[in-house]
Each structure stands twice: as structure tokens, then as C-alpha cells.
């Protein structure tokens, strides 16, 4: 596993753009989640080697195994006509495939099938969407309800849009929403998929915009109700 300084004392999560994220967790696992593709226009950083990957499903923007170094668990959440419902735990980190979500709509007649990924860390519990496409069932509500941190795509056309990803943070009920799966101002993507601001989904909403793509995550860090944490899109390095 890799290795852990000092000064590592919390869950870290770092967002590298669309749906993929970089978690840490305290004990130093590092989790590389909906592992994004160089079609999107986001730099593609260095990684240190990766212990676990999650894949909310199979589509190439969100399956890029190739990014992760070293030689990581790979667990798939869902391809086209199946779920792969799982829990792995891997050092001081719990996650958990939760089935039974859709890419569309139309119950993946569209686009197939997305599973949502729990993941327990460093105290908290944080629920990735992947590229939910419908508000939730009570299924997927009781499976879901009051996990501390969710991110949910709010870019529309692909997945839910601004307002269904608002009236799915109401069903879940979290302590911190973070949105993804928008298109930044700043990055050239060949997607048609909304902007954070025309998504709607910051309307009448306690927002916090942080100068950074990472957050650290501890129980004492959390607020006292929902708030959407906004973290800053990476951005391709400025020409020499």
C-alpha cells in the first residue's frame, strides 16, 4: 500500500475533473474513482500507485484503468445489462457497489446501467453517483440516506441535470454535496453537458467555493447541514 507522512492525518479527496476523484484515506490507501479518459480536456496528473479503483461503469469517461499506476483491486460497479454488487475492503477503507441505478430515464434503455459506489473513510461516508441518471427509488433511498459527503453529476444530457441532482441531495440528505459532471468555463470539452451556473443546481443553496480541487474529510469537518461544496476544476497548465 502506499506509503503515509506525517502530516496525513485525515481523508483527503482530490478531483481531477468530470466524475473522477483521488481519495486518500488516513492509513494511506489511495482509491482512484470513475477513472477519466484524455478526450475530455482535463489534464491528466501524475498519480502515486493506486490500491483500489472504482468504476461507477464501463463507459470510457469513466473507465480509463490505464490512468491508475501500480498494480490496483479493480472493481467494476455495473456494465450494460448487469450490476456487480460488491463490498471490498482494502487497510481503513470500506467500499461498497450499490446496485440497482440507471444511466437514463428509461431503466438504462438508453444508456444502460451506472451503480453507485458508498465508500467508508476516515470516519465519514462518502456516496459517488456516478452517471445517475433518474431521481432515486426507495430502494436506492434507503440504501443511500444520510451518507456525510455525496457528488452528484449536475451537467444534464447524459445525466441528471441541475434540478434532478437537487431533488436527489434532498433524498439522500448529506451533510456536503459536491458536483461534478459539468462542464467547466475553463476546460474545452466535446460534451454537451451544462455548466455548473446554468445547471440551476447551486439555486437557493448554502454554497462554499474552495480555492483548490482537493478537500480533506473528518467527522469534525462537516457542517451542521447540507452544504455544496464547490471545488475548483482542474485546469491544463499554461504554455512554456
Not at 108 to 135: E, F, M, N
Not at 218 to 239: F, G, K, N
Request: hydrophobic content about 45%; aromatic content about 4%; overall charge negative.
Amino acid at each position: 500500500m502506499s506509503s503515509r507522512t506525517a502530516s496525513e492525518t485525515t481523508a483527503r479527496l482530490h478531483w481531477l475533473g468530470h466524475a473522477c476523484f483521488l481519495l486518500r484515506s488516513p492509513a494511506g490507501v489511495h482509491v482512484l474513482i470513475d477513472p477519466l479518459n484524455d478526450a475530455l480536456g482535463y489534464p491528466l496528473p501524475p498519480l502515486p500507485d493506486i490500491d483500489l479503483v472504482l468504476l461507477s461503469h464501463e463507459h470510457a469517461d469513466h473507465a480509463n484503468v490505464g490512468l491508475a499506476p501500480g498494480r490496483p483491486k479493480v472493481v467494476r460497479g455495473a456494465s450494460a445489462d448487469v450490476w456487480h454488487a460488491a463490498e471490498v475492503q482494502l487497510g481503513d477503507v470500506t467500499a461498497t457497489v450499490i446496485a440497482g441505478a440507471y444511466h437514463d430515464e428509461v431503466q438504462g434503455a438508453a444508456r444502460g446501467r451506472t451503480a453507485l459506489l458508498s465508500i467508508a473513510v476516515g470516519g465519514v461516508r462518502l456516496l459517488h453517483l456516478g452517471d445517475l441518471g433518474h431521481v432515486l427509488d426507495a430502494n436506492l433511498i434507503a440504501q443511500t440516506w444520510a451518507h456525510d459527503i455525496a457528488c452528484v453529476p449536475v451537467g444534464g444530457h447524459f445525466t441528471l441535470d441541475g434540478i434532478g441532482a437537487a431533488e436527489v441531495i434532498d433524498q439522500i440528505a448529506p451533510r456536503v454535496a459536491i458536483p461534478m459532471h459539468f462542464r467547466p468555463t475553463e476546460v474545452e470539452m466535446p460534451l454537451p453537458i451544462s455548466t455548473l451556473e446554468d445547471s440551476g443546481f447551486l439555486t437557493g443553496r448554502t454554497v462554499r467555493r474552495v480555492a483548490t480541487s482537493e478537500l480533506d474529510l473528518a467527522p469534525d469537518l462537516l457542517p451542521h447541514s447540507l452544504e455544496v461544496t464547490v471545488l475548483e476544476p482542474p485546469t491544463p497548465p499554461a504554455p512554456a
